[in-house]
Nanobody, 125 residues
Framework: QVQLVESGGGLVQAGGSLRLSCAAS????????MGWFRQAPGKEREFVAT????????YYTNSVKGRFTISRDNVKNTVYLQMNSLKPEDTAVYYC??????????????????WGQGTQVTVSS
């Protein structure tokens, strides 16, 4: 089993930055593609970004492209989401997810097997 623990959420003003972290258990972290998703109240869970197990390739949803950066440290078993130029519409609970894959992770939430508990990100205007 893979256990994921997220941290780094908080309250920030529009234009500010946050870095989310997701620490994973296990000794085979590099075999898993990782994804970040977010969910605002009353909305569906939305894909944000994914990174391959090696960290060599990444993919982002258009609304965060150029502002967010996903990265990973396979020695520390941790994936990160650096969020810059935050907007009020980025407000949501952010979740990390893991799926064993050879390349990028899936873009659909239901295809991931493991999830963190979520961390709240609130961007004020």
């Amino acid at each position: 089993q893979v256990q994921l623990v997220e941290s780094g959420g908080g309250l920030v003003q529009a234009g500010g930055s946050l870095r989310l972290s997701c620490a994973a258990s296990g000794r085979t972290f590099s075999l898993y593609a990782m994804g970040w998703f977010r969910q605002a109240p009353g909305k569906e869970r939305e894909f944000v970004a994914t990174i391959a197990g090696s960290g060599a390739i990444t993919y982002y949803t258009n609304s965060v492209k150029g502002r967010f950066t996903i990265s990973r440290d396979n020695v520390k078993n941790t994936v990160y989401l650096q969020m810059n130029s935050l907007k009020p519409e980025d407000t949501a609970v952010y979740y990390c997810a893991a799926e064993k894959a050879y390349g990028l992770g899936p873009l659909v939430a239901r295809e991931y097997d493991y999830w963190g508990q979520g961390t709240q990100v609130t961007v004020s205007s």
